[in-house]
């Protein structure tokens, strides 16, 4: 029962709900690219970065995907996003 | 000192308290009450026994030996939870839509619903949880002891095992008393729910107050801890990059493969949106509980003396700075955390081990099927004690086997890597169509082979459970099968080598093997429905609103009813709820009406798969499927008694019509009679008025002309009563009414009768009668009045039609059987073909000729003739004009 009818162009609110989603869908990705930083982190003898650091950069990273998300999934709610959307 | 003895008193009071706060929800929840027993957060907080009292004691212990890298554990469950909806809403979306009790169920029920894969499934996760049931007992044990040689020097480290026990005990006692305590069709555990909400709380809290109490209490403030931090021994980042990397997704695929987890997360859910606070809401708990981990590690590095177990750092910090309230909050906080996790893993197993192994065997035992349905509720709980209690008791004996001496850490992450082999069988299943049951299970086997091989066995250490040699040289001495270097490839990590060849093998295998093979039809249909569970399903509560939903009812019903019906009803509802328009509330009472009106079109089950789909709730499963194919049955039987029906219809309207027909000729005829009997009597009506009225009005008329009027008149007068009487003859004949008056005579004698009758008066000169008098002696017993009736009229018509010189009448009778035959041939030049047809019709008369007769005469003699039980036809052929009378001998009475 849920096909329906698709149009070429969407109205401009149906519109902002996809790219909505379309974040949604992002942040786990940026949240790994985020956290994958630590991999190009100089190791060993020439230096590198202390724990304290790694750690500030860590939690801040998480601090600011908790947040963002929060916000998202608050968006999201108040914009109807239909549950039921597919990939577009 | 009597610390320990404070210390089991608050265990026992704490343990009191949650069977108070289950206790409690059960009630709640059983009532009806209770919204917030399924609010959002109590949700997210029961996400939290994913921190076991691994995070809670082992955290510590991984960071201070490996600095950063326990980091790695959380951030995969926080990526899998902020990217919910690629994965988890389809999950849990999934889970609801099926009725999913467990991994195994879903797992199965996605290949087809077979049990064999559930069994395997079943058995590998039992294998995978049972060391960290262990590593929970272990946490628990220790944590005691810790207690009790701080505080007294009596209590042996011999004790332990009991302790374990008895921790072990207790835990299984919960579990049973309040994860077996109805058999929900949902499998859906508030009161258990509940208590590890509440120990989430716990554990949050403890932790916290630790760290809050290791930095500002023991560290001097925040800059001063994280000075502290890099001036020790993990001051630095270490990491090795291939561990980073595949730990972030060993913890991910573990998170969403766990057992225990599966069943907070989609068993145990009640509404989808909760997805979306735990988004962000778990990703913020595993923050704030991983957050005072280092500080405390490197505190407790500093700190304590050399050598002592960073594992219980938590817990001896606390102790050795002379704070015994806070030790005593993070014993539970410790506590907290192992029981909550054996509970629900427990819980999470025994469902798997008795739905898929014990209840199999039992039916198969008992030989039962429908057959026990009553009394099955009863066997499946006892089932699921029993495994409760045997999968904490193995998780025991585990515990006792290894000793307890392996940290915490590496415990948990071989737990780890074996159940995420079923991450590329549960991810293919929901997102590919293409993946079969056979793939599944070579991929799971291979996945599980490789991670026993070269991961769980050599974890018990070198020479334990695979020799040195095996180690060193590989099995069978092949090279290439070294435990830590498959294929040749050496100085990788171990766990992220096994991780990698397990993961990727089990993958490969799946795919591969699910490309060869074929699906069986339920397979394909399960594909489908997982797959495109968003297609099949609308979620329960929908965000845009309850009247969305009436709309597509009203869609679908006008598709089904019809637009003018669907209206009706559907105005008709919104009406009696008060609500103007067209669209009512899709409340319980209306979908029940809709249901039913639907299913008058399109049959019970359909209507209900139907409604499910719009509405939610129960989706289209098998059952719904096969439902539907049995009504489709029956329709069809239904039809074809309509198409039977219908061809006897049918035949009825050929009748009718040929009735009709018939009808129509007759009524024809009947016109064509009366027109007959008004113009038969118009002729001599029209001379008797004629002749009277010269009678009347001529005085001069001589007496031979009165008496020649007056005999044409008598004459007239006499062929209307003739023609009267044929009439009212034929209308006794036609109707039945006849009386016949039997009697027994000679058929000669009657023939002589009949001759002399009809041939009397003028122009029987000259007219020949030949007959066999012997053949004539035959006896009759019928009305001979009628039947010489009828031998008179063929006999006078013989005379008066037949145009031979010399007119001769032929009469031969023959007898035949219980009939007798009599022909009346004459030497005329017979009657034409056309006029057979229709000589024995009424005033049928041929050729319009000779005046006389009215053209009744055959149409009698037919008719006196069925009366008898013979018949009267004419006998083409025989040089004249010939009938055949068939008379029987005997006049039977059915003939009347």
């Known amino acids: 029962m849920s096909k329906r009818q698709s149009s070429v162009f969407l109205q401009r609110r149906n519109y902002r709900r996809r790219r909505l989603v379309d974040l949604i869908r992002m942040m786990p990705v940026i949240g790994a690219l985020l956290w994958a930083v630590p991999l190009l982190w100089p190791t060993g003898e020439d230096g590198g970065v202390t724990t304290s650091k790694a750690l500030v950069y860590v939690f801040l990273v998480w601090f600011g995907l908790v947040v963002v998300t929060a916000l998202l999934s608050r968006l999201a709610l108040t914009a109807q996003v239909d549950e039921n959307l597919k990939d577009g | ?896």
């Open chain 2, 1 to 896: 000192m009597a610390t320990l003895n404070i210390l089991v008193a608050v265990c026992l009071i704490y343990v009191i308290f949650l069977f108070v706060v289950a206790f409690a929800a059960e009630r709640e929840a059983r009532r009806g009450k209770g919204g917030w027993l399924r609010s959002p957060l109590v949700y997210t907080l029961s996400l939290s026994i994913y921190c076991t009292a691994w995070t809670f004691y082992g955290a510590v212990g991984y960071a201070a030996r490996s600095g950063l890298e326990y980091l790695t554990i959380y951030i995969g469950p926080s990526l899998v939870m902020i990217g919910w909806w690629w994965i988890l809403r389809k999950l849990v979306r999934i889970g609801r839509a099926q009725r999913a009790t467990s991994i195994a169920d879903l797992i199965s029920s996605r290949y087809g619903k077979s049990n064999l894969l559930a069994v395997g499934v079943t058995i590998l996760a039992v294998i995978g949880t049972t060391p960290y049931i262990a590593l929970q007992l272990q946490s628990v044990t220790l944590s005691f002891a810790v207690f009790s040689d701080a505080g007294s020097t009596f209590e042996a480290l011999a004790d332990q095992e009991s302790t374990a026990l008895l921790v072990a005990m207790g835990l299984a006692l919960f579990t049973i008393l309040f994860g077996t305590r109805n058999l929900d069709v949902n499998e859906r555990h508030h009161g258990v729910v509940m208590a590890i909400a509440v120990e989430a709380i716990v554990k949050l809290f403890a932790l916290l107050a630790v760290g809050v109490f290791v930095v500002w209490g023991v560290g001097g403030g925040l800059s001063e801890t994280l000075d502290k931090i890099d001036a020790s021994k993990i001051g630095m980042w270490e990491m090795r990059g291939d561990r980073w990397a595949s730990l972030i997704f060993l913890s991910a695929a573990a998170f969403l493969c766990l057992p225990r987890m599966f069943q907070v997360m989609v068993v145990e859910n009640d509404d989808e949106s909760h997805l979306r606070t735990a988004s962000w809401a778990f990703p913020a708990y595993i923050m704030v509980m991983s957050l005072f981990v280092v500080p405390i590690a490197v505190v407790g590095l500093d700190l304590l003396p050399e050598g002592s177990n960073p594992d219980l750092f938590v817990l001896t910090l606390p102790l050795a700075t002379g704070n015994e309230g806070l030790a005593m909050l993070s014993f539970l906080g410790g506590f907290s955390s192992a029981t909550s996790m054996v509970i629900v893993a427990a819980l999470a197993l025994s469902t798997m081990v008795s739905n898929h192994i014990v209840m199999p065997i039992w039916l198969t035992a008992t030989g039962g099927g429908a057959t026990v349905s009553g009394d099955v509720r009863n066997v499946v709980i006892l089932a699921r004690r029993f495994s409760i209690a045997g999968v904490v008791f193995l998780g025991f004996l585990y515990f006792q086997l290894s000793g307890g001496g392996t940290a915490l850490a590496s415990i948990g992450l071989v737990s780890f890597a074996g159940v995420a082999q079923f991450l590329p069988v549960l991810l293919g299943g929901v997102f590919w169509r293409g993946a079969t049951r056979n793939g599944a299970f070579a991929g799971l086997t291979v996945g599980f082979m490789v991670w026993a091989y070269c991961l769980m066995l050599p974890s018990f250490g070198p020479g334990v459970l695979i020799p040195e040699t095996v180690m060193e040289h590989g099995i069978f001495g092949i090279d290439w099968l070294r435990p830590y270097a498959l294929f040749g490839i050496e100085g990788m990590d171990p766990l992220v080598h096994a991780v990698l060849w397990s993961i990727s093998l089990n993958s490969v295998v799946f795919f591969l093997a699910s490309l060869i093979g074929f699906p069986t039809p339920l397979e394909r249909l399960q594909g489908a429905q997982f797959v495109n569970v968003y297609e099949h399903t609308e979620n329960l509560q929908s965000w845009s609103g309850s009247f969305a939903q009436s709309e597509d009812l009203m869609v679908m019903s006008q598709r089904i009813l019809g637009a003018r019906e669907a209206q009706i009803l559907f105005e008709s509802e919104a009406q009696r709820q008060g609500v103007g328009g067209y669209l009512p509330e899709p409340s319980p009472d209306f979908l029940l009406v809709l249901e039913r009106e639907l299913s008058g079109s399109v049959g019970a089950a359909t209507a209900h798969a139907m409604i499910g789909q719009i509405v939610g709730g129960a989706s289209v499963s098998v059952e719904d499927l096969m439902a539907v194919a049995d009504e489709t049955a029956q329709m069809m039987e239904y039809s074809s008694r309509l198409e039977a029906k219908s061809e006897e219809q049918s035949r009825t309207a050929r009748q009718l019509r040929q009735a009709n027909e018939k009808l129509t000729e007759i009524s024809v005829q009947k016109d064509a009679f009366l027109s007959q009997v008004s113009h038969e009597l118009r002729t001599p009506m029209t001379s008797i008025r004629a002749f009277s009225e010269i009678l009347r009005d001529s005085e001069r008329l001589s007496e031979v002309e009165k008496v020649k009027y007056s005999s044409i008149i008598h004459d007239e007068a006499l062929r209307l009563t003739r023609l009267l009487d044929d009439l009212l003859d034929l209308s006794v004949l036609e109707n039945g009414q006849v009386n016949l008056n039997v009697q027994t005579g000679d058929l000669g004698a009657l023939l002589d009768h009949a001759l002399a009758s009809a041939l009397t008066g003028a122009g029987s000169e000259g007219f020949t009668v030949r007959r066999d008098q012997a053949k004539e002696a035959v006896a009759l017993n019928t009305d001979l009045d009628r039947l010489s009736q009828v031998f008179i009229n063929l006999i006078a018509n013989a005379r008066k039609y037949c145009d031979a010189e010399a007119p001769a009448l032929t009469i031969r009778v023959v007898q035949n059987g219980a009939s007798v035959l009599v022909d009346f041939v004459d030497n005329g030049s017979g009657i034409s073909k056309k006029d057979q047809a229709v000589i024995f019709e009424k005033f049928a008369r041929v050729g319009e000729m000779k005046a006389g007769g009215a053209g009744l005469g055959l149409a009698i003699c037919r008719e006196i003739m069925a009366r008898l039980g013979g018949s009267v036809n004419y006998l083409p052929g025989q040089g004249g004009a010939a009938f055949r009378v068939i008379v029987p001998r005997t006049l039977r009475k059915a003939a009347e």
